[in-house]
């Protein structure tokens, strides 16, 4: 049995159901988006949610700067259902000798095309702070904080040892679950049809697509194929005989309850650039380093753990092998 499609979409996460909604946006018909799983199942709904332009690379800057665009466009149609904010990324260090470093690098993005960059001493009187919902009429850029004072005046949560911060102020969170929705929602409602089921094969006629073949024997004719399948993306480009140079990474995040309010619940993304260690008590150290699964909680942990506040009494704590990307770093953020 035969039948076409103009164009398919394998994967319904959150890059299928985009891609899928500003196809039909831009007046693109007959659509299948097919998945084995339901939409927004797989991945989609366990990132860190959250978003930033603040990258050393300029390519990335300016997708991500688009990106941003567009998610501001979709909040405010939407009446923002994905309740997207912009409470920023705040990047703390500990160490004196990081300040400059810090500063340099953070100057050399500003450049690039992220915003202003805008130094504050102990006596500065115009830092602004973030509004907690919301992303209308916010700062752009970045502002560092110099100084256990000044910070600790604006994030009292924060240990006293802090001596710098950066606030990358166009960057904050958002409800991916409500996000996709949102997408496949109007996708749906511009005709485009959603259908489990897992792609076994792509026929190529003269270098072209030529149509698609499901595990359930079917075959769908269409011209065009769109590989979004998340995880899963190299594997299905083998279909085509091509080797995507992808890999992927396994990445943990941890809910707990905050009844103490350890957090600030209008905090920012928290993100510690110090490499650390956990403080165990001499007995402790020795009975975790007697185990090879457990002598690793010994060591010294690599910079860049990172959390924000989730909830009326939670917080969202990644866990390793997955922390944040230190403030140089070319690696993807958490989404």
Not at 125 to 137: A, I, N, V
Not at 161 to 178: D, F, K, N, T, Y
Not at 245 to 270: C, N, Q, S, W
Request: glycine share 8%.
């Amino acid at each position: 049995m035969t039948r076409s499609k103009d164009v398919v979409i394998c994967g319904a996460g959150i890059t299928g159901v985009a891609v899928a909604h500003f196809l039909s946006k831009a007046g693109v018909k007959n659509i299948l988006l097919l998945d084995e799983r339901p939409p927004l199942s797989f991945t989609s709904d366990r990132s860190t949610e959250c978003y930033r332009n603040w990258w050393p690379d300029p390519e990335m800057l300016a997708l991500m700067n688009h990106s941003i665009d567009l998610m501001e466009e979709l909040a405010d149609e939407s009446g923002n259902v994905f309740q997207m904010n912009r409470r920023g990324y705040l990047y703390v260090t500990a160490n004196e000798n990081n300040v400059a470093a810090l500063e340099n690098a953070s100057r050399r993005t500003s450049s690039l095309g992220a915003g202003p960059m805008r130094v504050h001493s102990s006596s500065s009187l115009c830092y602004r702070p973030s509004t907690p919902e919301g992303f209308h009429d916010a700062p752009t850029g970045a502002d560092l904080l110099l100084g256990s004072e000044l910070i600790h005046k604006y994030f009292p949560y924060l240990t006293k040892r802090a001596v710098a911060a950066l606030h990358v102020r166009r960057a904050g969170w958002l409800s991916a679950q409500q996000l996709g929705m949102h997408l496949l929602e109007s996708a749906r409602r511009q005709g485009v049809q959603f259908e489990s089921g897992r792609v076994t094969g792509v026929d190529v006629v003269n270098g072209c697509i030529n149509g698609i073949r499901l595990d359930s024997g079917e075959r769908i004719h269409s011209p065009i194929f769109i590989n979004a399948a998340g995880p899963h993306l190299r594997s299905v480009g083998k279909l085509l005989d091509i080797d995507l140079p992808v890999h992927t990474e396994l990445h943990l995040k941890a809910a707990i309850k905050d009844p103490l309010g350890v957090v600030g619940r209008e905090a920012p993304l928290l993100i510690w650039t110090d490499p650390q260690k956990l403080p165990w008590e001499a007995e402790e150290r020795a009975a975790l380093a007697e185990e090879e699964e457990t002598r690793w909680l010994t060591g010294s942990f690599p910079s860049g753990v990172h959390t924000r506040p989730e909830g009326a009494q939670g917080g969202a704590f990644p866990l390793p092998p997955s922390p944040a990307p230190a403030l140089g770093s070319e690696s993807p953020a958490p989404p």
